[in-house]
C-alpha cells in the first residue's frame, strides 16, 4: 500500500501526460455510472404514476445543487491539496483536507435545517401541485440525510487530489450499483413507493461512505493522514476552499439559469414543442461533456500540483495538452452527432415521442459544433479552478453561458425573427465566442505567469 501511495504521487508530479491521461478515465467511468443510476432512478419511480416522476422531477433541481455545494467543496479541496503538495507542504495538505471535512460537517446540518423548513414552501412556488406530498415525502429523506451525498463528494476529491483516482472511482461505482439493486427492492417489494427509491439513494450513499470512513480513518491507508492531531484551524484554508468552492457551485446555477432562459426564450418564439426538442437534443449533446469532465478533472489536479510546484511550464504544457485530447474527443464526438444524427434521435426519441426524432435530428445538426465550445470552456474553467482563481473561472462562465449565449439566442431568435433555430444558433455562436474569450484569457495568464517567474 505504501508503494501505491508513492506510486500516486509521483504520478501528480511527474510526466503530466501521463498524468491526465490516467487521472482522467476513472472520472469518465465514475460520470457514466452516474448517469445510469440516474436514468434507473426514473425508470423504476415512472412505474409508480406520472405524479410520483413528477415529485422526482421537482426534487431533482434542488438535489443537484446539494450535489453541486459537495462538488465544490470537493473542487476547492482538490485544488488546494494539490498545490500543497506540489510545494512539498504536506502539513498544509493534511489540514486542508480536515479543514475540507469541517466544512462538509457545518454546510451538511445548516443545509438539513433549512431543507426541513422551507422545502414545502418552495414546492409550492415551483408549482408542485398535486405531486407536493410524494415530492415531501422523497425530499424530506434525501436533505435530511445532505451529509452522506457532500461528504461522499468531498472523500472522493480529496482521494482524487493525492492521485489516488481507482479507488475515487470505486466509491461512485458502488453508490451507482447499490442504488440500482435496491430501487426496486424498497419500492416495489417492501411497497415503500417514492419514499422507498429515497432510501435507496441514501442507503447507496451510507454504504459508499462507510468505505471512504474504512479507507481514510480506520486503515488509514491514504497519502493524507486525516487525523485531529494534524488539524490546526486557520481561516485562510477556509478561505482558499471557498474560494473555488463558492464559485465552482455558482457555476452550477449558471447553467441552471441558463436553461430556464432558453426554454422561455424557445416558448416565446416557438412553443412548448421545441422546448421538449431542446431538452432531448441538450441531454444528447451532454454525453458529450463526460470525457471532458475526466480531462478537466484530471487537469484540476495536475494544474494545482504544478503551480504549487511553481513549474509554471509544466503548468502551461498541462493545460495544452488536456486541450489537444479535449479537442480530438469533441472532433469525435461532433462527427459522430452529425453524420449519425438521425439513428441518435430515433433511439432517443424511442423513449419520448417518436414525432419529435426529425426536431432532434435537426438540432444535433446544429448544435454539434456546440461541443468545441464546452471544451474550449470547460477546461479554460478548470485551469483556474486548479490554480486556486475560481472568481475567475465563474466570471469566464458567466460570460459565456449567461451573457453571450443568452443575448445572442435573443437577438438571433426574438430580434431577427429566426424562431427556435435563431435560439440554436445563439446558443452555438456565444458559446464559441465566450470559449474563444475562455482560452484567450487562460494564455495571456499562463503566459503572465512563465515571464514574472523567469524575470524574477
Known sequence: MEENKKNNIELIMGDHKTAIRKLAWPMMVSMFLIMAYNLADSIWVAGLGADALAAIGFITPLFMILI??????????????????????????????LHSLLLTVIISVLGSVVMYFVLPSLLVVMGAGESTPMALEYGGVVFSFMIIFIYSNVGTAILRSEGDVTRAMYVMAITAVVNIVLDPVFIYIMGMGVQGAAWATVLSGVISCLVLLYWMHYK??????????????????????LNVAIPSTAEN???????????????????????????????????????LIGFGTALLTVAGAS????????????????????????????????????????VFAYSSTSELAPSITSLLRVMAIFIYGICLGMLSAMLFQGVGKGFTSLTLTFLRALL???????????????????????????????????FTWANLYLKRLRRNFEGS
Open 68 to 97: 453541486g455545494l459537495g462538488n465544490g467543496i470537493g473542487a476547492g479541496a482538490n485544488s488546494m491539496i494539490a498545490r500543497f503538495i506540489g510545494a512539498g507542504n504536506i502539513d498544509s495538505a493534511n489540514n486542508t483536507a
Open 404 to 438: 453571450l449565449e443568452v443575448v445572442f439566442s435573443y437577438l438571433f431568435g426574438v430580434v431577427l425573427g429566426w424562431g427556435e433555430y435563431g435560439i440554436y444558433y445563439g446558443v452555438v455562436v456565444g458559446g464559441l465566442i465566450g470559449a474563444f474569450v475562455s
Open 307 to 346: 503551480y504549487g510546484a511553481r513549474d509554471y511550464k509544466k503548468l502551461q504544457d498541462s493545460y495544452m495538452y488536456t486541450l489537444k485530447l479535449g479537442l480530438i474527443v469533441s472532433t469525435v464526438m461532433v462527427v459522430l452527432f452529425y453524420v449519425f444524427a438521425p439513428q441518435i434521435s430515433v
Open 220 to 241: 488509514k491507508d491514504t497519502y493524507l493522514k486525516l487525523e485531529l492531531v494534524n488539524f490546526k484551524y486557520t481561516a485562510s484554508i477556509i478561505t482558499g476552499i
Open 253 to 291: 446555477l449558471i447553467f441552471s439559469a441558463l436553461g430556464i432562459i432558453e426554454n422561455y426564450l424557445l416558448v416565446v418564439v416557438s412553443g412548448t414543442l421545441a422546448v421538449a426538442t431542446y431538452t432531448a437534443g441538450m441531454r444528447l449533446i451532454q454525453l458529450a461533456m463526460i470525457p
